[in-house]
C-alpha cells in the first residue's frame, strides 16, 4: 500500500524565490496535516484539513505561507517569498478519524534548504 | 488549550538497559494517547497507541506504555534496549478535535 508521498524530497532554493511542496495523503484518509520540524523550535503543526476545508490553520508562520487543498487527494504548501529561516524539514501526515481514532500516517517529508 | 510534556529532552544508555520516557498531558476528559518514534533521517512511525480499555499498552518492537489517568500520564517503556533504538520519541494527545498535539520530543541515544 502506498503511504503518504510527498514531493519533492528536497528542495535547495535561493532566499526570495517560491517554493511549492506536495503531498497526497493515502487514499480515503479525510483529514491533513502540515508540519514543521526543525531543531530549535522541534515539531510544529502548520495547518490541518478536514474533507479538504482548512480547520486550524493558527500555526502558519506568516502571509508568506498558505496551504491549498483542492480534492481528497492533493495538498500543497506554498512559501513566497522564502526566507532562510524557513529551512526546514516539512512533513504531511493523513488520518481518518473515523476508523483510525486519529492515529496519523507521516510521509517521507520534505527538506527545504533557503540559501 | 491541551499541552503535552516530555521532561526528558535526552537521555543516553547502554544497550539492554531500561528505558522509561515520560509523558504527562493536560486535558481532563476523554483522550486517544500516541508514542511516535523518529529514526535519524526518517519520518515519524507510529510505536503504540491507547484508545480504551486496557491501560498497559503493548507495541511494536517491544515497548509498552501505562496510561495512568489519575496522573494524566501515559509513560513509554522498554525493559532492555537496543543500539538500533537510538531515535528520538514523541508523545502525542488526541483531545478536542482532529488534531494531535504533541510533545517537545525526547532523543534517546543507546551506547553500543
Known amino acids: 500500500d502506498a503511504g503518504v508521498i510527498q514531493s519533492p524530497r528536497h528542495e535547495v532554493t535561493e532566499m526570495g524565490q517560491e517554493v511549492t511542496l506536495r503531498c497526497k495523503p493515502i487514499?480515503?484518509?479525510?483529514?491533513l496535516f502540515w508540519y514543521r520540524q526543525t531543531m530549535m523550535r522541534g515539531l510544529e503543526l502548520l495547518i490541518y484539513?478536514?474533507?479538504?476545508?482548512?480547520?486550524?490553520d493558527s500555526g502558519m508562520p506568516e502571509d508568506r505561507f498558505s496551504a491549498k487543498m483542492p480534492n481528497a487527494s492533493f495538498s500543497t504548501l506554498k512559501i513566497q517569498p522564502s526566507e532562510p529561516r524557513d529551512s526546514a524539514v516539512y512533513f504531511c501526515?493523513?488520518?481518518?478519524?473515523?476508523?483510525?481514532?486519529?492515529?496519523?500516517?507521516f510521509g517521507p517529508g520534505t527538506r527545504l534548504t533557503v540559501l | 488549550a491541551q499541552s503535552v510534556s516530555q521532561h526528558n529532552h535526552h537521555v543516553i544508555l547502554s544497550e539492554a538497559a531500561s528505558l522509561e520516557l515520560g509523558c504527562n498531558y493536560s486535558?481532563?476528559?476523554?483522550?486517544?494517547l500516541f508514542w511516535y518514534v523518529q529514526y535519524p533521517g526518517q519520518h515519524l512511525q507510529l510505536l503504540l497507541k491507547?484508545?480504551?480499555?486496557?491501560?498497559l499498552v503493548k507495541g511494536i518492537k517491544g515497548f509498552e506504555a501505562e496510561f495512568i489517568k489519575s496522573k494524566f500520564s501515559f509513560n513509554l517503556r522498554k525493559p532492555s534496549v537496543q543500539w538500533s533504538d537510538t531515535a528520538e520519541y514523541f508523545c502525542?494527545?488526541?483531545?478536542?478535535?482532529?488534531?494531535?498535539?504533541f510533545g517537545g520530543g525526547t532523543r534517546v541515544l543507546v551506547k553500543p
Open positions: 487514499s480515503g484518509h479525510n483529514s
Open positions: 501526515a493523513s488520518s481518518f478519524p473515523q476508523i483510525s481514532y486519529n492515529e496519523q500516517f
Open positions: 484539513f478536514n474533507n479538504n476545508v482548512p480547520i486550524d
Open positions: 491507547y484508545f480504551s480499555g486496557d491501560p
Open positions: 502525542a494527545v488526541k483531545a478536542a478535535g482532529n488534531k494531535l498535539t
Open positions: 486535558y481532563g476528559g476523554t483522550v486517544n
